[in-house]
């Protein structure tokens, strides 16, 4: 029987905080829209706590299967659900490749060269992310543990650089913070950790504690992230809401010596950040297609999967309509919840072949279409109160062409009363 290579806790941990810490950074109106960085910042605390019971599954997951990851487990036990597992669980990766890879194309475009080949760049990027996919989870965690060191040094040069430039009167702004607001970029922290479902396919893999993995990775990610949009809003304020990519600006302010505008840095983390990030989704994805169908068929699909993954990226980047309905926070938390959430907990009451009362069944079914429904609520991407036109009146007049429509609004600048006809 053939011997499989496993990682320690502390590399799962690696991956986990720097795809995490990735997404983080790319935090833009791409996805948010106008959202406060303050707010973001204060949502990261609460993401950080959400975390501990949206990770129960994937703990459960681990100590009752360990020998195998959960695409496979279905199959061996409930063979006619394999191929919904295998097929939500693939468009999955897929997905998370994609707005990953967009998302910073959409960077470089914005701040590097605007006229920055996509196709080249996202040629390359995949295959080197297929790659290093197709040489296991091993070489994706080594590298991974390189790369932590390398992102924590620049987090801690980036916020200790900012935060001799913070000046306290922006955080004065945190009396206008909305609980829904926090809400909504709360959902949307949780839905970017695209590292939690793809551990459902190494798990088996894993050796030590995953418990220990987990809240250490909930714990210090959240909090590192909280730790740098407090810096970063305390430098520059809503002037932030002018830029598509809030952190991007902040790291353009670090310096040290004769040395300004260190970006380099920002880039540093956020290339290392994507290339863990789609590589893990690359190995997570391979494992799906193979636990899910014969070896002849799964050579072909594999790279198949990746030319779809640089097609869909590209159409993403050039279509605004497309990248709207992508990069959506709500599709994204909806994607999350369904294979983080939803299909480990069926996977758990279907393999587990424990009887389940009618009444725990319902509970369990309303808890399931709640969390389904949430994002549809949170209003992620609306448009903040002092940005909108407050109508106090109303009045419609006939004249001889037709007739007048005057609206009276709120001046929020002045104490005098607008009007406009």
Known sequence: MEK?????HLQLFSMMFVSTVFFSMMYSVYIMGNMSLLTYALSAVAAGVCMFLVTLPLVGFRKKFDEGNIVKSVQVTKPALSPIFAYLYGHCFIYSSVISLAVFALLISNFINSDISFIVFLAVTVVCCYYAGSRGIVSIARSGSLFLLLTVVSLLFIGTSLSYKINILNYSEIYLTSARDIVSNTMLLIGQAFCVPAVFLFSHQTRGSLGKSIRLWAVLSYVAVAVIGFVSYGVLGEYLHLTPFPFYTAAQLTEIGAFQRLDALFLAVVTIGLFINVSLSMYALRETVQSSMRAEKAKFINP????????????TVKFDWLR?????????????????VVLPVVALLLLTKKHIPQKAAKVGAVLTLAMLFIPML???GSVQLEERMLIKGIGVDATNSGYSLTIQYIDKFSDDEGQSN
């Not at 499989?4 to 320690?8: R, T």
């Not at 198949?304 to 159409?315: D, H, I, Q, R, T």
């Not at 709500?330 to 994607?335: A, F, H, N, S, Y």
């Open 324 to 340: 709207s309905y992508l990069l959506d926070a709500r599709v994204m938390l909806i994607v999350f919840l369904t294979v983080a």
């Open 4 to 8: 499989v290579k496993s990682i320690s």
């Open 304 to 315: 198949l999967s990746a030319v779809s993954v640089g097609v869909l990226a590209w159409l």
């Open 378 to 380: 949170t209003g992620c």
